[in-house]
């Protein structure tokens, strides 16, 4: 099974700036994905960030407000821009868990609390 | 878009028995897999189905019926660190193409009493 870490665990911003999570795996993998948990409820798929291209997101997700990197096979970032408090949540990214797999490995997760 | 149902809560005693079911609409049905979370913890995958019939894994057990678009997981011998919350997510597309991509049901809360 893949090994997933995210930075940071937790934070807690103030409204207006911005917070950039990190994820690294330790293999490669063609693929990453971007969750948003809000609490209390289920997971929602915010984009597919891709290695040599830009990121795919889902409907009600934009580029503006959460801008993702993915400069190789092993590592992630996940910005999540303008912060507001409704944008408190739990992100997280997964790796598939083969090659061609569409089921999942999760990261520990980013706890985010917007003031 | 898509859409899954998932009772919210659900009920049990050590030892026993417990089905979680889960019935869902979406285009592009590729697949239905099954997360737990612990609070406070990440999903971790426990089952999959892509063909309809059952899977079964040690204790879990999953199965699928594309034509009813339906799927449950099934639990047994309950124990008490089985309380979780359970996911049911749908999977799109074919393979090259969206696969990964997951959509989750809101969750159903296991509570697991001695």
């Known amino acids: 099974s893949a090994v997933i870490s995210q930075k940071p665990s937790r934070d807690i911003c103030q409204r207006g700036t911005s917070l950039t999570i990190q994820c690294q795996v330790d293999?490669?993998?063609?693929?990453m994905f971007w969750y948003r948990q809000q609490p209390g409820q289920s997971l929602t798929l915010i984009a597919t960030a891709n290695q040599g291209s830009e990121a795919t997101y889902e409907s009600g997700f934009v580029i503006d407000k959460f801008p993702i990197s993915r400069p190789n096979l092993t590592f992630s970032t996940l910005t999540v821009s303008n912060m507001s408090p409704e944008d408190s949540s739990i992100y997280l990214c997964?790796?598939?868990?083969?090659?061609?797999?569409?089921?999942?490995?999760f990261g520990p997760g980013t706890r985010l609390t917007v003031l | 878009g898509q859409s899954l149902e998932q009772p919210s809560e659900v009920t049990a005693v050590e030892g026993a028995i417990v089905q979680i079911n889960c019935t869902y609409q979406?285009?592009?049905?590729?697949?239905l897999s099954w997360y737990q979370q612990h609070d406070g913890g990440a999903p971790t995958f426990l089952s999959y189905n892509a063909l309809d019939g059952l899977e079964e894994t040690g204790r879990f057990s999953s199965f699928l019926s594309r034509s009813d678009s339906y799927g449950y997981l099934l639990l047994q011998e309950l124990q008490m660190k089985d309380s979780a919350s359970y996911f049911c997510?749908?999977?799109?597309?074919?393979?090259?193409?969206?696969?990964?991509?997951?959509?989750f049901g809101r969750g159903t809360q296991l509570t697991v009493w001695p």
């Open positions: 997510a749908v999977s799109r597309g074919g393979r090259g193409s969206t696969l990964g991509r997951l959509y």
């Open positions: 293999s490669q993998v063609t693929m």
């Open positions: 979406t285009s592009g049905f590729y697949g």
């Open positions: 997964s790796v598939p868990t083969s090659g061609a797999s569409d089921t999942q490995y």
